[in-house]
């Protein structure tokens, strides 16, 4: 019997801005409670019994029984260790000694996991952090997990590599992994990995390297974008869109948000966004999530590619002339609106691209047709539009007045409402030469939204 397969997986905690997922206690609620669980979780892992040892040799049963009790205490220690307080004790107590002791001699798999996983939650404290970066030889000891073919340890080894790379000691840990050996390895384990948890981790790893701080990325960076990273990026977002299209799996939703992330990392990159903004074949995988029907499952992501869609904009304007005329896609950008009520900037990313598509409408020369679909498109949404604007009136006075960049979210909205404004009041105009009942009849309702919209927007053009 395979012992590490019988075994239950320690969840893996990650940590936000707001520490170890988002609470001082590392996300597992009382400390108690979490040794009582990993006890009895690990009172459950079946006992070797191999009939093969003919008669039983002691020796070895004793090895195996003394493996087991390690890893019991290990995943106590794993759980204890999401405690600041629990964790400032262990390493005052040379677990940090004692864990690089096992991680060099041990040949377990799941002992190696174990001991990343309780160093990755005991880095995401300060003071431990501090220990970890000071340990002799230990952050080398960690990078050389990266060549382990167990897909656990990977994903702990990346998880807590990436810890380091976020936090405020990040420059040992950047030059820890510089090497193109070692980030070779880190773009072979995300390309040939078929574990959605560890192609997450791994991603995530050069996520964290794109976005360290300047000193620690700035060598690391050149040696990613030669090595090809924008290319694995965009054919791992190719496979992930795929995955989406044909059936949503809800464990892949934070896989594909990652490598939307690292991309559009790299698409505000000085020297390196050319080779991101200018690629059409990820140009045209983020319009079509955008254009997805149903957004609400992967919103993160779709907020994300609107960040994603203004950078490659703003790099190659000329590329909104042919999107100005995607109406699905049009629609699909209004529709994001309300996944990104919280999020400023992402609004201001949207806004700007209006901005560029409106911009290219030629409402006056187009036919009566083509400026009914663009109005039929701002009518339906009508209250999407309306509701953003509501919301910005309460973001001038916080978030938005504190933003560098407000003056020009400002004149992107202006310019995108101006131009709403126009095509609305050049389809009133001449909506009539269509004939018939069109207008009066199956879109009598939309013509009403028209109207109101017509109101919203030039309102909101003064205020703004």
């Known amino acids: 019997m395979n012992l590490h397969a019988t075994l239950l997986h320690r969840p893996i905690m990650s940590r936000d801005a707001h520490g170890v997922n988002g609470s001082d206690d590392g996300g597992r609620g009382d400390a108690n409670q979490m040794v009582e669980e990993s006890g009895n979780e690990c009172e459950k892992m079946d006992i070797v019994n191999d009939d093969s040892r003919g008669g039983g040799d002691k020796d070895t049963c004793r090895g195996l029984a003394g493996d087991e009790v390690w890893e019991e205490y290990g995943c106590v220690l794993w759980d204890l260790a999401a405690s600041r307080t629990h964790a400032?004790?262990?390493?005052?107590?040379?677990?940090?000694?004692?864990?690089?002791?096992?991680?060099?001699?041990?040949?377990?798999?799941?002992?190696?996991?174990?001991?990343?996983?309780?160093?990755?939650?005991?880095?995401?404290?300060?003071?431990?952090?501090?220990?970890?970066?000071?340990a002799n030889g230990l952050i080398s000891t960690i990078v050389d997990q990266l060549f382990s073919d167990d897909t656990q340890c990977l994903a702990e080894a990346c998880r807590l590599l990436t810890l380091g790379l976020q936090g405020n000691e990040c420059c040992p840990w950047a030059e820890a992994v510089q090497s193109e050996h070692i980030l070779c390895r880190i773009m072979w384990i995300a390309e040939n990995t078929l574990n959605p948890q560890l192609l997450e981790k791994s991603v995530g790893l050069m996520?964290?390297?794109?976005?360290?701080?300047?000193?620690?990325?700035?060598?690391?960076?050149?040696?990613?974008?030669?090595?090809?990273?924008?290319?694995?990026?965009?054919?791992?977002?190719?496979?992930?869109?795929?995955?989406?299209?044909?059936?949503?799996?809800?464990?892949?939703?934070?896989?594909?948000?990652?490598?939307l992330r690292a991309i559009e990392a790299l698409s505000i990159l000085d020297g390196h966004s050319q080779e991101i903004c200018s690629n059409k074949k990820l140009l045209q995988l983020v319009c079509d999530l955008i254009k997805l029907p149903d957004k609400a499952e992967v919103a993160s992501s779709c907020v994300t590619v609107a960040v994603l869609i203004a950078n490659i904009l703003s790099d190659v304007p000329n590329l909104a002339s042919e999107m100005s005329q995607d109406l699905p896609f049009l629609q699909g950008l209004l529709e994001v609106f309300p996944l990104a009520s919280d999020d400023v900037e992402a609004r201001s990313a949207l806004w700007s691209i209006i901005a560029r598509l409106l911009v290219r409408v030629r409402e006056n020369?187009?036919?009566?047709?083509?400026?009914?679909?663009?109005?039929?498109?701002?009518?339906?949404?009508?209250?999407?539009?309306?509701?953003?604007?509501?919301?910005?009136?309460?973001?001038?006075?916080?978030?938005?007045?504190?933003?560098?960049?407000?003056?020009?979210?400002?004149?992107?909205?202006s310019t995108a409402l101006t131009r709403i404004v126009s095509i609305l009041n050049q389809w009133t105009a001449s909506k009539d030469c269509l004939g018939g009942d069109d207008a009066a009849g199956e879109h009598s309702a939309d013509e009403l939204n028209v109207g109101r919209l017509l109101d919203c927007c030039r309102k909101h053009i003064d205020f703004t």
């Open 88 to 134: 400032e004790l262990m390493v005052q107590n040379l677990v940090l000694e004692v864990l690089m002791a096992n991680l060099t001699v041990s040949q377990s798999a799941r002992v190696t996991e174990i001991c990343l996983g309780i160093i990755g939650n005991l880095a995401c404290h300060e003071a431990p952090m501090k220990h970890i970066v000071s």
């Open 207 to 259: 996520l964290a390297i794109l976005e360290s701080q300047q000193e620690a990325s700035c060598t690391i960076v050149p040696s990613l974008m030669k090595l090809g990273l924008p290319s694995l990026l965009i054919n791992l977002l190719d496979v992930e869109m795929s995955k989406l299209t044909e059936e949503r799996v809800p464990e892949r939703y934070s896989v594909l948000d990652v490598i």
């Open 365 to 413: 020369d187009i036919s009566l047709s083509s400026l009914h679909q663009y109005v039929l498109v701002l009518a339906r949404k009508s209250e999407i539009i309306e509701d953003d604007l509501l919301n910005r009136q309460s973001d001038n006075s916080c978030e938005e007045t504190k933003n560098m960049t407000s003056s020009s979210s400002k004149s992107n909205r």
